[in-house]
Protein backbone atom coordinates (compact mmCIF):
# COMPACT_ATOMS: atom_id res chain seq x y z
CA UNK A 1 0.00 0.00 0.00
CA UNK A 2 1.21 3.70 -1.37
CA UNK A 3 1.65 5.88 2.08
CA UNK A 4 3.19 9.10 2.88
CA UNK A 5 3.35 10.11 6.69
CA UNK A 6 5.14 13.36 7.44
CA UNK A 7 6.08 14.71 11.50
CA UNK A 8 8.35 17.53 12.18
CA UNK A 9 5.58 19.89 13.01
CA UNK A 10 5.59 22.10 15.85
CA UNK A 11 5.34 25.40 17.39
CA UNK A 12 8.46 27.82 16.93
CA UNK A 13 8.98 31.27 17.08
CA UNK A 14 9.11 33.84 14.47
CA UNK A 15 12.93 33.78 13.09
CA UNK A 16 13.41 30.01 14.20
CA UNK A 17 13.69 26.63 12.19
CA UNK A 18 11.91 23.40 12.12
CA UNK A 19 12.71 20.08 9.88
CA UNK A 20 9.86 18.46 8.59
CA UNK A 21 9.97 14.75 7.90
CA UNK A 22 7.69 12.74 5.30
CA UNK A 23 7.93 8.87 5.47
CA UNK A 24 6.81 6.88 2.14
CA UNK A 25 5.78 3.10 1.87
CA UNK A 26 4.98 1.46 -0.80
CA UNK A 27 6.91 3.31 -3.58
CA UNK A 28 10.59 5.00 -4.28
CA UNK A 29 10.91 8.21 -3.26
CA UNK A 30 13.61 8.52 -5.34
CA UNK A 31 11.92 7.33 -8.19
CA UNK A 32 9.49 10.02 -8.15
CA UNK A 33 8.36 13.37 -8.23
CA UNK A 34 8.17 14.39 -4.67
CA UNK A 35 6.54 18.01 -3.96
CA UNK A 36 5.66 19.97 -0.34
CA UNK A 37 2.13 21.99 -0.39
CA UNK A 38 0.88 23.78 1.59
CA UNK A 39 -2.65 25.26 3.43
CA UNK A 40 -3.09 27.83 6.00
CA UNK A 41 -5.94 27.42 8.72
CA UNK A 42 -9.16 27.87 6.46
CA UNK A 43 -7.19 28.75 3.68
CA UNK A 44 -6.58 27.46 0.34
CA UNK A 45 -3.14 25.17 -0.85
CA UNK A 46 -0.37 26.66 -1.95
CA UNK A 47 2.29 24.70 -3.64
CA UNK A 48 5.78 25.12 -1.72
CA UNK A 49 8.55 22.64 -3.28
CA UNK A 50 9.43 20.29 -5.64
CA UNK A 51 12.35 17.76 -5.84
CA UNK A 52 13.04 16.15 -9.15
CA UNK A 53 13.67 11.79 -8.96
CA UNK A 54 17.26 13.49 -11.02
CA UNK A 55 17.42 15.59 -7.82
CA UNK A 56 16.94 19.11 -8.89
CA UNK A 57 15.20 21.64 -6.92
CA UNK A 58 12.45 24.30 -7.15
CA UNK A 59 10.72 26.50 -4.77
CA UNK A 60 8.04 28.99 -4.88
CA UNK A 61 8.66 33.09 -3.96
CA UNK A 62 7.30 32.84 -0.77
CA UNK A 63 10.04 30.15 0.68
CA UNK A 64 12.78 30.46 -2.07
CA UNK A 65 15.94 31.17 -0.58
CA UNK A 66 14.64 30.16 3.18
CA UNK A 67 13.30 26.20 2.80
CA UNK A 68 15.27 23.19 1.43
CA UNK A 69 13.78 20.63 0.10
CA UNK A 70 15.61 17.44 0.06
CA UNK A 71 15.45 13.39 0.49
CA UNK A 72 17.60 10.30 2.08
CA UNK A 73 17.06 7.38 -0.53
CA UNK A 74 18.33 5.00 2.37
CA UNK A 75 15.10 5.97 4.57
CA UNK A 76 13.06 6.58 1.76
CA UNK A 77 12.01 9.98 3.16
CA UNK A 78 11.29 13.01 1.57
CA UNK A 79 12.51 16.47 4.35
CA UNK A 80 11.94 20.29 4.35
CA UNK A 81 14.41 22.51 6.14
CA UNK A 82 12.51 25.42 6.92
CA UNK A 83 14.53 28.54 8.17
CA UNK A 84 13.87 32.18 9.34
CA UNK A 85 10.51 31.16 10.01
CA UNK A 86 7.70 33.76 9.50
CA UNK A 87 4.25 33.70 10.66
CA UNK A 88 2.47 33.41 7.48
CA UNK A 89 4.05 30.33 7.35
CA UNK A 90 1.55 28.81 9.57
CA UNK A 91 0.09 26.27 7.48
CA UNK A 92 -0.73 21.78 7.58
CA UNK A 93 2.38 20.91 5.55
CA UNK A 94 1.49 18.10 3.55
CA UNK A 95 4.19 16.09 1.15
CA UNK A 96 2.25 14.51 -2.34
CA UNK A 97 3.99 12.57 -4.89
CA UNK A 98 3.92 13.20 -8.56
CA UNK A 99 4.26 9.45 -10.30
CA UNK A 100 4.02 9.91 -13.65
CA UNK A 101 5.83 13.17 -13.85
CA UNK A 102 2.93 15.16 -15.15
CA UNK A 103 2.56 17.77 -12.61
CA UNK A 104 -0.13 16.27 -10.96
CA UNK A 105 -0.47 15.28 -6.99
CA UNK A 106 -1.28 11.49 -6.89
CA UNK A 107 -1.03 10.35 -3.10
CA UNK A 108 -1.14 12.70 -0.36
CA UNK A 109 0.48 12.60 3.11
CA UNK A 110 -2.06 13.27 6.16
CA UNK A 111 0.36 16.57 7.33
CA UNK A 112 1.95 18.09 9.69
CA UNK A 113 0.97 21.51 11.07
CA UNK A 114 3.16 24.14 11.33
CA UNK A 115 2.62 27.03 14.18
CA UNK A 116 4.65 30.25 13.60
CA UNK A 117 3.99 32.53 16.34
CA UNK A 118 5.83 34.53 19.78
CA UNK B 1 3.14 32.92 -9.43
CA UNK B 2 -0.57 34.66 -9.42
CA UNK B 3 -3.04 32.65 -8.02
CA UNK B 4 -5.93 30.86 -10.34
CA UNK B 5 -9.39 32.24 -10.30
CA UNK B 6 -11.99 29.95 -8.79
CA UNK B 7 -15.47 31.29 -7.65
CA UNK B 8 -15.79 30.99 -3.83
CA UNK B 9 -18.86 28.75 -3.77
CA UNK B 10 -20.95 26.67 -6.16
CA UNK B 11 -24.39 25.25 -5.52
CA UNK B 12 -26.57 22.99 -6.60
CA UNK B 13 -29.53 20.27 -6.00
CA UNK B 14 -28.96 16.44 -5.77
CA UNK B 15 -29.32 15.01 -9.57
CA UNK B 16 -28.13 18.74 -11.11
CA UNK B 17 -24.92 19.53 -12.53
CA UNK B 18 -22.75 22.01 -11.76
CA UNK B 19 -19.33 23.72 -13.05
CA UNK B 20 -16.49 25.45 -11.52
CA UNK B 21 -14.62 27.71 -13.78
CA UNK B 22 -10.10 28.24 -12.81
CA UNK B 23 -9.33 31.08 -15.16
CA UNK B 24 -5.44 32.08 -15.34
CA UNK B 25 -3.20 33.17 -17.98
CA UNK B 26 -1.52 32.32 -21.02
CA UNK B 27 1.51 31.55 -18.76
CA UNK B 28 -0.19 28.72 -17.27
CA UNK B 29 -3.86 27.67 -17.65
CA UNK B 30 -3.81 29.08 -21.30
CA UNK B 31 -0.78 27.52 -22.58
CA UNK B 32 0.00 23.84 -20.83
CA UNK B 33 -2.42 21.06 -20.77
CA UNK B 34 -1.26 20.14 -17.40
CA UNK B 35 -4.90 21.07 -14.80
CA UNK B 36 -5.79 19.26 -12.28
CA UNK B 37 -8.46 19.39 -9.88
CA UNK B 38 -8.72 17.90 -6.15
CA UNK B 39 -11.57 17.65 -4.07
CA UNK B 40 -10.87 18.10 -0.01
CA UNK B 41 -13.30 17.31 2.47
CA UNK B 42 -13.25 19.01 5.82
CA UNK B 43 -10.35 17.75 7.87
CA UNK B 44 -9.61 15.51 4.96
CA UNK B 45 -6.57 15.76 2.60
CA UNK B 46 -6.82 16.60 -1.06
CA UNK B 47 -7.57 13.52 -3.50
CA UNK B 48 -7.06 14.20 -7.01
CA UNK B 49 -10.12 14.06 -9.31
CA UNK B 50 -8.48 15.12 -12.80
CA UNK B 51 -5.56 15.81 -14.35
CA UNK B 52 -4.27 16.81 -17.75
CA UNK B 53 -7.56 18.94 -17.86
CA UNK B 54 -9.92 16.04 -18.85
CA UNK B 55 -8.14 12.98 -18.00
CA UNK B 56 -9.61 11.07 -14.54
CA UNK B 57 -7.76 8.74 -12.55
CA UNK B 58 -8.68 5.34 -11.46
CA UNK B 59 -11.54 4.92 -9.08
CA UNK B 60 -13.29 8.50 -9.62
CA UNK B 61 -16.77 8.55 -10.96
CA UNK B 62 -17.20 9.28 -14.56
CA UNK B 63 -19.54 11.89 -13.17
CA UNK B 64 -16.38 14.79 -12.64
CA UNK B 65 -15.06 15.76 -16.12
CA UNK B 66 -12.55 18.34 -16.98
CA UNK B 67 -12.28 20.82 -19.75
CA UNK B 68 -10.51 24.00 -20.96
CA UNK B 69 -11.15 27.02 -23.31
CA UNK B 70 -8.25 29.58 -23.77
CA UNK B 71 -7.07 30.55 -19.95
CA UNK B 72 -10.09 29.06 -18.27
CA UNK B 73 -10.28 25.19 -16.96
CA UNK B 74 -13.61 24.07 -16.01
CA UNK B 75 -14.87 20.97 -13.71
CA UNK B 76 -17.84 19.87 -14.31
CA UNK B 77 -20.08 17.52 -11.42
CA UNK B 78 -22.97 15.86 -13.11
CA UNK B 79 -25.57 14.33 -11.07
CA UNK B 80 -24.32 16.09 -8.09
CA UNK B 81 -24.86 13.81 -4.86
CA UNK B 82 -24.37 14.88 -0.98
CA UNK B 83 -21.04 13.00 -0.79
CA UNK B 84 -19.82 15.82 -3.38
CA UNK B 85 -19.74 18.74 -1.09
CA UNK B 86 -16.27 19.83 -0.52
CA UNK B 87 -13.67 22.24 -1.58
CA UNK B 88 -12.44 21.99 -5.07
CA UNK B 89 -8.95 23.29 -6.22
CA UNK B 90 -7.70 23.91 -9.71
CA UNK B 91 -3.70 23.31 -10.44
CA UNK B 92 -1.71 24.34 -13.23
CA UNK B 93 1.75 23.77 -13.96
CA UNK B 94 2.91 27.37 -14.42
CA UNK B 95 6.61 27.24 -16.08
CA UNK B 96 9.69 27.39 -14.41
CA UNK B 97 9.35 24.12 -12.51
CA UNK B 98 6.41 25.43 -10.47
CA UNK B 99 3.14 24.69 -9.61
CA UNK B 100 0.20 27.61 -9.18
CA UNK B 101 -3.23 26.40 -7.13
CA UNK B 102 -6.51 28.37 -7.48
CA UNK B 103 -8.32 29.84 -4.32
CA UNK B 104 -10.29 27.11 -4.35
CA UNK B 105 -14.49 26.48 -4.36
CA UNK B 106 -16.93 25.50 -1.70
CA UNK B 107 -19.37 22.94 -3.61
CA UNK B 108 -22.80 23.16 -1.37
CA UNK B 109 -25.48 20.28 -2.63
CA UNK B 110 -28.71 22.33 -1.83
Known amino acids: EVQLVESGGGLVQPGGSLRLSCAAS????????MNWVRQAPGKGLEWVSI???????YYSDSVKGRFTISRDNSKNTLYLQMNSLRVEDTAIYYC????????????WGQGTLVTVSS | QSALTQPASVSGSPGQSITISCTGT?????????VSWYQQHPGKVPRLMIY???RRPSGVSNRFSGSKSGNTASLTISGLQAEDEGDYYC??????????FGGGTKVTVL
Open chain 1, 96 to 107: ARDESSGWHLDQ
Open chain 1, 26 to 33: GFIVSSNY
Open chain 1, 51 to 57: IYSAGTT
Open chain 2, 26 to 34: SNDVGIYSL
Open chain 2, 52 to 54: DVT
Open chain 2, 91 to 100: CSYAGANTLV
